[in-house]
């Protein structure tokens, strides 16, 4: 055989071996892709996306647009060859598989957890919006989770109301941990609480609960890297009543990032005229009950996938306004926001026309 043809016959098995041996090698990544973008002032599965009774709603124009991201799974195991690809792809982001599933994860555990934030992003949405209308809302401190084996599980329950710890009243989650740190490991420390049951009825018979108890529990240490400290094993929250109700009908997201399009979304709603003055508005962004707005994970996905659906602007969290900036997509302007009243008066220039003063991302 020449040897001009015995070398490529030789470069191509090798060739050949390495592609077959990217195929078959897994390596510890994940990818992200663009996913869907939908409007909060329209419909999606056939129904509206807000739903608001009991309170007087106006017509509106435009979008105010959610965005999401697309990952692969927990178990899903990326090859070299589709690392390779996505490291090149414009649309597609490569990462290390642990920073979306941290400490080995499980997809499970992943999607209850997205659940959750995703519902709290909900009411803390609703909170936000009806405070800049100023709308009263009621709210109080409850047992947001009860971690199990701690001396907590079998005492407090989730949704059980926290009014006072030690005899000292809780207005804030914050309260609560900051009281019980004061004793040491081994120390009891007194909740006084009214049972979950017990909110539920006065809830839904429109009372004052009537009934609380007290629950004694001994604490214990922490076990996490900081200063050790007392511990009772509980995270707080916070729970609210609304004056009417406002229903969020979105199936198959997770996570907390639509919270400030949400928001927008139901302010817009409850007040005349359009909040967007007809234009295409793209966003994301965490909120919490004072509209505060919190950095999200993947914008860079969010902006592409906000402007292959028509979006001219996008509202940006702060926090994420120096990654977006460095790839955003042609035809789209990323504005700053680190609050919904930020947000709010951005959305005023875009009626009114005077773009000049917006506050853009890279400026």
């Known amino acids: 055989m020449p040897r001009r043809t015995a070398t490529m016959l030789a470069s191509t098995?090798?060739?050949?071996?390495?592609?077959?041996?990217?195929?078959?090698?897994p390596v510890p990544y994940s990818e992200m892709s663009p996913g869907p973008?939908?409007?909060?002032?329209?419909?999606?599965?056939?129904?509206?996306?807000?739903?608001?009774?009991?309170?007087?709603?106006?017509?509106?124009?435009?979008?105010?647009?959610?965005?999401?991201?697309?990952?692969?799974?927990?178990?899903?195991?990326?090859n070299l060859v589709e690392a390779v690809y996505g490291w090149l792809a414009h649309d597609n982001k490569v990462?290390?598989?642990?920073?979306?599933?941290?400490?080995?994860?499980?997809?499970?555990?992943?999607?209850?957890?997205?659940?959750?934030?995703?519902?709290?992003?909900?009411?803390?949405?609703?909170?936000?919006?009806?405070?800049?209308?100023?709308?009263?809302?009621?709210?109080?401190?409850i047992v947001s989770t009860v971690v199990k084996g701690s001396?907590?599980?079998?005492?407090?329950?989730?949704?059980?109301?926290?009014?006072?710890?030690?005899?000292t009243a809780v207005k804030e989650p914050a309260d609560v941990a900051k009281l019980v740190t004061k004793?040491?490991?081994?120390?009891?420390?007194?909740?006084t609480i009214v049972p979950a049951k017990e909110q539920a009825a006065a809830e839904k018979e429109k009372?004052?609960?009537?009934?609380?108890?007290?629950?004694?529990?001994?604490?214990?240490?922490?076990?996490?890297?900081?200063?050790?400290?007392?511990?009772?094993?509980?995270?707080?929250?916070?729970?609210?009543?609304f004056p009417f109700t406002i229903d969020i009908k979105l199936?198959?997201?997770?996570?907390?990032?639509?919270?400030?399009?949400?928001?927008?979304?139901?302010?817009?709603?409850?007040?005349?005229?359009?909040?967007?003055?007809?234009?295409?508005?793209?966003?994301?962004?965490?909120?919490?009950?004072?509209?505060?707005?919190?950095?999200?994970?993947?914008i860079e996905m969010k902006t592409v996938g906000a402007r292959a659906k028509g979006a001219q602007y996008f509202l940006t969290p702060a926090d994420n306004c120096e990654a977006a900036a460095k790839d955003t997509p042609e035809g789209l302007t990323l504005i700053k926001v680190k609050t919904i009243e930020d947000a709010l008066g951005a959305l005023k220039d875009l009626r009114s026309g005077d773009t000049a003063d917006l506050p853009k991302c890279g400026k």
């Not at 965005?67 to 799974?73: L, Q």
């Not at 001396?151 to 005899?167: F, R, S």
């Not at 009537?210 to 001994?218: C, V």
């Open 251 to 298: 199936a198959d997201v997770g996570g907390p990032s639509a919270g400030l399009m949400f928001a927008l979304g139901i302010y817009d709603k409850l007040s005349p005229g359009s909040l967007t003055g007809g234009k295409f508005v793209a966003g994301t962004g965490t909120i919490d009950d004072e509209g505060k707005v919190g950095p999200i994970g993947g």
């Open 37 to 78: 973008t939908v409007n909060t002032l329209g419909d999606h599965g056939g129904e509206p996306v807000l739903q608001i009774s009991g309170r007087k709603t106006y017509a509106t124009s435009g979008h105010l647009n959610m965005t999401t991201v697309r990952v692969t799974s927990a178990d899903y195991r990326m």
């Open 183 to 191: 004793h040491k490991p081994g120390q009891d420390v007194r909740f």
């Open 13 to 25: 098995l090798m060739l050949i071996a390495l592609l077959c041996a990217g195929v078959f090698i």
């Open 151 to 167: 001396p907590a599980e079998g005492e407090l329950h989730a949704g059980d109301v926290i009014k006072a710890v030690d005899g």
């Open 95 to 141: 990462v290390q598989h642990e920073t979306l599933y941290p400490d080995g994860k499980t997809e499970e555990q992943s999607t209850q957890e997205n659940a959750e934030e995703f519902s709290q992003s909900q009411e803390s949405a609703k909170v936000a919006a009806l405070k800049e209308l100023d709308v009263p809302v009621k709210s109080w401190v």
């Open 207 to 241: 009372r004052t609960p009537t009934k609380t108890q007290d629950i004694t529990i001994t604490t214990t240490t922490s076990d996490d890297t900081r200063e050790q400290r007392a511990i009772v094993g509980i995270s707080a929250g916070t729970d609210h009543t």
